[in-house]
């Protein structure tokens, strides 16, 4: 599959991240021994939006720094694989693995091209990963060619709200700042200089419809009480997060005939 337009504009973004930020921030991201959500760690022994890990065949889509895929082996998976597109990401994710010595498999590919077998997993997961850089038509697609029949797929992203309140320019706001209808493809040229995909909830459960998964569960996220502003990912405001819900987690169910 040839190379999308987007593609090298996120693994620059990505680049560019991992000097300033994710690099230094994974060590202690991978040392975390319990399993986190989102901009502000909503633990998962309160979400409860993953299933039973022991001995499963898991693979991260858009690992980055492959820190959550780190969480998931630590909590039982059999094997952990995390794709991702961009190498400087990759080159952390492999030291943190040779240090840590999870033996996580690290692979350069698009998620929405993966060089392995069909079939070949019990989970997919991403966070803030494939679920929001690449096309969700493509990813979804794939995702349900790697996994066996009945097995899961899990995703977090932002939530619809927060993508209708979030200007071109400028942190998200409390008012509607652009249309729901047609919504799928942003250009962002801000601080981050990159294209995310945000299919409305509505097309989303299309898509993953088309692409033979049942909605098992699905779960808005808010920021807690006591949450401040984040170093590194300051949008949305943690104060704007208290009253609307800025982040949302799937859980589904392949259910290929």
């Known amino acids: 599959m040839a190379e999308k337009d987007y593609v090298a504009l996120n693994r620059a973004g990505w680049t560019k991240s991992n000097e300033q930020y994710t690099d230094r921030a994974a060590h202690g991201a991978w040392a975390q021994e319990e399993i986190t ?20 065949d898991v693979i991260e889509l858009g690992c980055g720094t492959a820190y959550f895929g780190a969480w998931l082996k630590r909590a039982g998976a059999r094997r952990v694989v995390g794709v991702d597109v961009t190498p400087a990401q990759l080159e952390t994710a492999r030291r943190m693995d040779e240090e840590f010595g999870l033996g996580l498999e690290l692979i350069e590919a698009s ?12 989970l997919a997961f991403s966070e803030y990963g494939a679920s929001i850089w690449c096309d969700p038509a493509l990813w979804i697609s794939e995702a349900a060619r790697l996994l066996r029949p009945g097995s899961e797929l899990v995703f977090m992203r932002g939530s619809t709200l927060r993508i209708l309140c979030a200007p071109d320019q400028g942190k998200t706001t409390n008012r509607l700042e652009r249309p729901q209808k047609g919504m799928y493809r942003f250009d962002w040229d801000d601080d981050w200089e990159g294209v995310e995909f945000h299919p409305s909830t509505s097309d989303m459960l299309r898509i993953l419809r088309e692409n033979g998964f049942q909605l098992l569960d699905f779960r808005e996220l808010f920021a807690p009480g006591d949450a401040k502003d984040h170093e590194w990912y ?3 405001p943690a104060e704007w997060a208290k009253q609307w819900p800025a982040e949302e987690i799937w859980r589904l169910r392949l259910q290929r005939p």
């Open 234 to 236: 300051d949008d949305p």
């Open 111 to 122: 998620a929405e091209d993966v060089p392995l077998p069909d079939e070949s997993f019990d």
């Open 37 to 56: 959500w989102g901009q502000w760690g909503k633990p998962e022994r309160e979400v409860q939006m993953l299933p039973e890990l022991a001995g499963k």
